[in-house]
């Protein structure tokens, strides 16, 4: 049995990628993209038709080149979606813009209105097939609290580097979240010097301490580790509720032999001794704790700005179609 198929026995393995053919490659559960991955899939000829389909689209809802262009982004991320949940079982995620991390009122906004062209696209019971996904700023934990209470509109937090953030998280009661493994180890590989084993590995370490935090505590959001940069990474993470990998590193999973063996459980989880942090309704605590941790805070604005560059970029594209178009 191959390595993926061992980890599918412990951890549900989910698609980083906007790629069709990588996903039905790989037989994930569930599937997630971001604008990076919505930006290089949209260069392959293949997903033309999907360009064109999000273009007329927009054309058809208004005159103005700038609406125009938020409705073809948003048409062409759930076209991407739309195709994506015709071959998985599961859920896809789809992000949101980047520009509305500090938002709380637009990302809700965004949030409905995907869900809503989801639902024009003929997607079947849209709230429960979707994941919306947010930035885990404290913007984008309050607006996750109020899409999951109020318009069960289930969340995937995205850029989670820190353990208030998944506290917070946690006490919003959002459905998942995505720490990223991978660019945690970047920020100490660079800050430190230092190499780093799998198991020494600091995004690993941050994962596992989440996992335990959330198990010990019965919090039901999903831990989805993500951004991976080898498969001793995602070895050490056996047992953790999901795993999101990209389509290089599942080839690699796929062709070894190794055998895996869970390192995660929710028996070791609740047997330790871990002491409770709460931030709910105090954003204060939340703000200075996640200034402590120079990672977290700078990993965080990081990713928000790479996200909100790739999505400018979609844009753009989308921008020269349109003005040749009309």
Request: overall charge negative.
């Amino acid at each position: 049995m191959s390595a993926l198929e061992q980890l599918k026995n412990y951890t549900t393995v989910v698609a980083d990628t906007g790629d069709f053919e990588a996903i039905g490659q790989y037989k994930p559960q569930d599937a997630t993209t971001n604008p990076s991955l919505m930006l290089q899939a949209s260069q392959k000829p293949q997903y033309a038709h999907l360009i064109d389909n999000a273009i007329e689209y927009a054309k058809a809802k208004s005159n103005d080149l700038e609406e125009q262009i938020t409705w073809a982004a948003d048409k062409l991320i759930v076209n991407f979606g739309t195709e994506i949940l015709k071959i998985i079982p599961g859920r896809v995620s789809t992000e949101v813009n980047a520009k509305y991390s500090f938002d709380k009122e637009a990302t809700i906004a965004k949030a409905i209105r995907l869900i809503k062209l989801y639902e024009e696209a003929g997607v079947e019971n849209a709230k429960e097939r979707v994941l919306i996904k947010i930035a885990s700023t404290w913007e984008g934990i309050q607006a996750a609290q109020i899409l999951e209470s109020e318009y069960k509109i289930h969340c995937n937090l995205t850029l989670l580097f820190g353990f208030p953030q998944a506290v917070a998280c946690a006490e919003a009661k959002v459905t998942l979240i995505s720490p990223f493994v991978g660019r945690i180890l970047d920020w100490y590989k660079k800050n430190t010097g230092n190499t780093y084993e799998s198991a020494q590995d600091p995004g690993v370490l941050s994962v596992q301490k989440i996992y335990n935090y959330y198990k010990k505590y019965d919090y039901n959001t999903i831990v989805m580790g993500a951004s991976f940069r080898n498969t001793g990474e995602i070895e050490q993470l056996v047992g953790v509720d999901f795993l999101t990998i990209s389509p290089a590193l599942l080839s690699q999973l796929q062709e070894a032999t190794n055998t895996l063996e869970p390192k995660l459980t929710v028996e070791k989880a609740k047997a330790m001794d871990i002491p409770k942090v709460s931030y709910l309704n105090d954003e204060k605590a939340f703000r200075w704790d996640m200034n402590q941790d120079a990672m977290a805070t700078e990993k965080l604005s990081e990713g928000i700005r790479k996200f909100g560059i790739d999505q400018c970029k979609l844009e753009d594209m989308l921008r020269e179609r349109l003005t040749a178009s009309a």
